[in-house]
């Protein structure tokens, strides 16, 4: 059996099997680069998504009187030329791009996938013109597709508009 014990093993006992992510943990947790790595990207969800409860201020109320200020008590990242508080514009903007960062390659997967899967299962003379058809999308330059984009959809300087925005990037990124 392969979990018998043997003669070389020096306590001669029998280990149950190890699952191949205890292995993967291992040599995670003695990578200190990883580590870290993981240790930052925790401190960074955590301060996008529970930070706005501790620090309440609005990211866009605007006070005149405390413009372009450095860091303070009352402002630990300073003020910006309206005198919005950076640390709170941060922790909002923060916001958005983790949720583009993490719902945008779902949906390149997802997308990719079944486009993919449709040139498999058709095959033949479909299965090149698809080719085309996703190499012409990575050939696009994708800063003007994007602009055009946001221009085609109305989209000001103020507004966010994050759902038109993450549509294009899927739409882009896919192949």
């Known amino acids: 059996p392969p979990n018998a014990p043997s003669a070389l ?5 029998y280990r149950p099997p190890r699952s191949q992510w205890w292995d993967v943990w291992d040599q995670f947790k003695t990578h200190k680069g990883a580590v870290m790595g993981a240790g930052l990207f925790i401190f ?3 301060a ?3 930070g706005p409860y501790i620090w309440t201020i609005d990211p866009t109320y605007i006070d005149v009187r405390a413009r372009n200020q450095g860091p303070t008590w009352a402002h630990p990242f300073g003020t910006d030329q309206l005198g919005r508080d950076m640390l709170a514009r941060l922790m909002y903007g923060a916001r958005i791009s983790m949720f583009i960062g993490i719902v945008a390659p779902i949906l390149f997967v997802i997308f ?4 993919g ?4 299962f058709l095959g033949g003379r479909i299965d090149r013109y698809m080719m085309a058809f996703s190499d012409f999308v990575v050939a696009l330059p994708f800063l003007l597709f994007m602009i055009l984009f946001k221009i085609s959809f109305g989209i000001g300087p103020g507004e966010s508009g994050v759902v038109p925005m993450l549509i294009a ?3 882009l990124s896919w192949p």
């Open 48 to 50: 996008v998504y529970i």
């Open 9 to 13: 093993d020096p306590a001669n006992e």
């Open 169 to 171: 990037l899927v739409l």
């Open 117 to 120: 899967g449709f040139a498999g």
């Open 44 to 46: 960074v969800i955590l």
């Open 112 to 115: 990719g996938t079944i486009y």
